[in-house]
């Protein structure tokens, strides 16, 4: 009960947080464009970020939190909790404090690495330079709201935590829409609003970690402590994979920067996948993958059938959502972002742009459960090769596409290199554990079965389609115009998989109340 309790609310929070970067995404575009200030803003912020997964929530947070949870449960040494706590912020301090430092003097370095090509735009090079300095202590201000986060859930405090994120959303919103428009040199003031926003961040959770009875200030003398070096020890297995996955992202704003407005289109375009990804597949995932780790432990025959029906069961969810937004990407796009200083121009290539990145959703939510997979059967090696395999095949497909084709050549790449990652890792799962080949055969007519309905709607879609032209600006009379053909679709989907013998609703229904019920 507890359990649900907290995933209930976090449910809510999650959705007001996705509401909230979804307000400061439309305040940055209505306000600035696509272009030159919104590239430099969101290359200069991506820099710091590339570091974020290490010290904040990433490898910190997944070392930290079981320990913590540890000492401070029943029979644990409360005192020896406080002083890990003090330790390991003083182990941010030093180490990130360098970073940031290190940061700021190499940051001409740093940009020219990650957008070469704003050194050919007059300007643009330098006001990327100057927003990346001032951003660069927002690393440390979210490694301490990290830290904070650990100290507050492992005494099962999530709610505080979960909420975070708004402030940051909302303040750099707020900067946009009021005071951008007032000022001669926006640069350092959105580039301002971002340390507001991390200051805050961990501002509103030092109270409550100071009434757990955690001093929020650095034992340097704890540096040295067993336990502070047991946390560093198990952060160092997640750095390979952080490494791939920044580098895959640095590659994708150099390529990008070599086009005007090139970085902002390939964010919008990327921002919509994401925002479906982490609404539904992460959700799923999280729900339903647990039973395979708990069926590997009892029932170990019954743990490729779960893997397989999992599979299919996002599947069932991704391969519709891909196909809505690569055929009706630019009213989608035109919606969510059009209006403002984002121009119907603005609109047009960001929606190619996701149309092309549309169908590696199907791969990115494959990936997500046979990674999944893998890590239930204690395997972490595997899934790091498959991302550096991913990443080859994506540098490769940037190499090849993006001179003829602009950013949906980025889009395109995406979506080749997270198809074969998904290949990648159900061949040699199935090759190392197996599959129950009674198993097999069903789930891949259900997948056939999905497609055929798939492809039928598309179909329709593609007659509606002209109806939906002109929607270039968010506005009621667009979303009424979306709304009328995405829920008929949505409907008629469900109804023509059940229809051919489909069981994957019911399946998902029953599986959510179980987990509810435990």
Known sequence: QRLVRHASRMAVVTLFCRVSGYLRDKALFSVIGAGFLYDAYRTA???????RGLFAEGTLHAAFVPMLSQLVGRGGDREEARELFRGLLAVLLLIVGLVVAVGILIS????????EGFVDVPGKFDVTVLMNRIMFPYLLLISMAALFQAVLNSHEKFLLSATTPMFFNFVVAGAA?????RVDNPAPVLAGAVLIGGVLQAAVQAPAVRRLGFRISPLWS???SPRVGQVLLLMLPGIPVLGINQINQLISNRFASFIEGGVSYTYGAYRVTELVFGAVVVQMTTVLLPLLSRELREDPSQASKTLLNTATLVTFVTLPAAAVMAVLARPIIGLLFGGGRFTSADVAVTGATLAAYAFSLIGTGHVKVMASAFFAQKNTTTP???SLVALIIFTAGCWWMVGPLGTPGLGWANTIAMVSFGLFLTLLYARRYGFDRAAVGPNVVAVLRQAAVVAVLVVGLLQVRPWLAGIDHTGLDGALRLGAIMAPVGVLYVLGVTLLGGRELATLVATFRTGGAE
């Open 222 to 224: 704890a540096i040295r």
């Open 45 to 51: 912020n991506r820099i710091p970020n590339a570091f």
């Open 384 to 386: 790091m090769w498959g």
């Open 177 to 181: 829409w009021l005071v951008v428009p």
């Open 108 to 115: 001409p370095w740093l940009v020219r690495v990650y957008a």
